[in-house]
């Protein structure tokens, strides 16, 4: 009788022997690694310079295209079981995501059962739609199958783009204020 690994057990030793599938991991590792640092403590000396930095602007287009193929890849309909936490509006709040990180999710989405998923409208309103975009994205990035992002009606151009209705706390002007007129228009563009 020979013995077989499990599904996840043969994947991950398929990682550690295809050196390609073993950097992007590492490199989505790093990615995600500067997203929940300053997701820890975003009023740090550290994280500050790194949040008005073109590196954040970078991270935030590389993160884009590497959730991009993951969203692709996601069925119009998914199925999931119970336990669900559902979460909606967080509209640019840091803070709701750091109760909801100290409350639900203590231990970490990997280790807390259940799948996440987030109703949309992650942006305008709030002071924070950047850092808030960056962690679900980071999120939904390493934990693609127990995190679950919506859009809503505020990821579309013409609503974060509505500059004049929702002034510096629209998504657009927050873009632009942070990176500049040319990056960070490309980084609404493309987020």
Same mark, same amino acid.
């Given at each position: 009788?020979?013995?077989?690994?499990?599904?996840?057990?043969?994947?991950?030793?398929?990682?550690?022997?295809?050196?390609?599938?073993?950097?992007? $991991?590492?490199?989505?590792?790093?990615?995600?690694?500067?997203?929940?640092?300053?997701?820890?403590?975003?009023?740090?000396?550290?994280?500050?310079? =790194?949040?008005?930095?073109?590196?954040?602007? $970078?991270?935030?287009?590389?993160?884009?295209?590497? /959730?991009?193929? /993951?969203?692709?890849?996601?069925?119009? /309909?998914?199925?999931?079981?119970?336990?669900? =936490?559902?979460?909606?509006?967080?509209?640019?709040?840091?803070?709701?995501?750091?109760f909801f990180s100290d409350n639900i999710w $203590?231990?970490?989405?990997?280790?807390?059962?259940?799948?996440?998923?987030?109703?949309?409208?992650?942006?305008?309103?709030?002071?924070?739609?950047?850092?808030?975009?960056?962690?679900?994205?980071?999120?939904?990035?390493?934990?693609?199958?127990?995190?679950?992002?919506?859009?809503?009606n505020h990821e579309t151009r013409d609503v974060?783009?509505?500059?004049?209705h929702y002034g510096d706390r629209s998504f657009?002007?927050?873009?632009?204020?942070?990176?500049?007129?040319?990056?960070?228009?490309?980084?609404?563009?493309?987020?």
């Amino acid at each position: 009788m020979g013995r077989n690994p499990s599904i996840s057990t043969a994947q991950e030793l398929q990682t550690l022997t295809n050196p390609i599938e073993q950097t992007r $991991r590492t490199d989505n590792e790093q990615l995600v690694r500067r997203i929940l640092d300053m997701f820890k403590d975003p009023t740090s000396p550290n994280s500050m310079a =790194y949040l008005a930095s073109p590196s954040f602007a $970078r991270d935030l287009l590389r993160l884009n295209a590497k /959730v991009r193929q /993951v969203f692709e890849s996601e069925p119009r /309909v998914v199925f999931l079981q119970s336990p669900a =936490y559902v979460f909606g509006d967080i509209h640019g709040n840091l803070e709701d995501l750091h109760f909801f990180s100290d409350n639900i999710w $203590r231990l970490g989405m990997g280790l807390t059962a259940g799948n996440f998923v987030f109703l949309g409208d992650y942006v305008d309103r709030g002071m924070s739609c950047l850092e808030c975009v960056a962690y679900l994205f980071a999120m939904k990035l390493m934990s693609p199958h127990k995190v679950f992002l919506l859009r809503g009606n505020h990821e579309t151009r013409d609503v974060n783009g509505w500059q004049e209705h929702y002034g510096d706390r629209s998504f657009i002007a927050q873009c632009r204020v942070r990176f500049g007129d040319d990056l960070g228009y490309k980084v609404w563009e493309q987020t």
